[in-house]
């Protein structure tokens, strides 16, 4: 099993793995019935103050990155998410959705590159 990484705003590649939206907020113009999901895991996602700052500007991704992992590594919650990631991995694929245009500069692909290296496989 693995983790995978879909735009919510596309239809689902896989709807059959457990779907976890991994953005602060909720996608605009989705409906939570539509959305399909397992789980939303807001506490995962970049703070409000990084969100801003990164902008979406792929020159600061490198930046926001490093500045994200560090969140990751002092966030109480990562635990517990990585913990449900690895339980849900016994049993199926885990989907990362994220609501970002840019499919290669976001935090669900930060996100993925953290557990790949914090997760017993």
């Given at each position: 099993?693995?983790?995978?990484?879909?735009?919510?705003?596309?239809?689902?590649?896989?709807?059959?793995?457990?779907?976890?939206?991994?953005?602060?907020?909720?996608?605009?113009?989705?409906?939570?019935v539509n959305a399909k999901l397992d789980w939303w895991?807001?506490?995962?996602?970049?703070?409000?103050?990084?969100?801003?700052?990164?902008?979406?500007?792929?020159?600061?991704?490198?930046?926001?990155a490093q500045k994200y992992q560090s969140e990751l590594?002092?966030?109480?919650?990562t635990e517990t998410f990585r913990q449900r990631v690895?339980?849900?991995?016994?049993?199926?694929?885990?989907?990362?959705?994220?609501?970002?245009?840019?499919?290669?500069?976001?935090?669900?692909?930060?996100?993925?590159?953290?557990?790949?290296?914090?997760?017993?496989?």
């Amino acid at each position: 099993m693995e983790i995978k990484l879909e735009r919510i705003y596309t239809k689902p590649l896989d709807d059959t793995g457990y779907r976890i939206l991994v953005d602060r907020l909720w996608p605009r113009g989705i409906s939570k019935v539509n959305a399909k999901l397992d789980w939303w895991a807001k506490e995962i996602g970049p703070s409000t103050e990084l969100r801003k700052w990164f902008g979406h500007d792929p020159e600061k991704f490198a930046e926001f990155a490093q500045k994200y992992q560090s969140e990751l590594d002092q966030g109480a919650f990562t635990e517990t998410f990585r913990q449900r990631v690895e339980t849900q991995l016994k049993q199926t694929d885990v989907i990362f959705l994220y609501g970002a245009k840019d499919e290669v500069h976001n935090q669900a692909v930060i996100l993925k590159q953290y557990l790949d290296a914090h997760t017993q496989k």
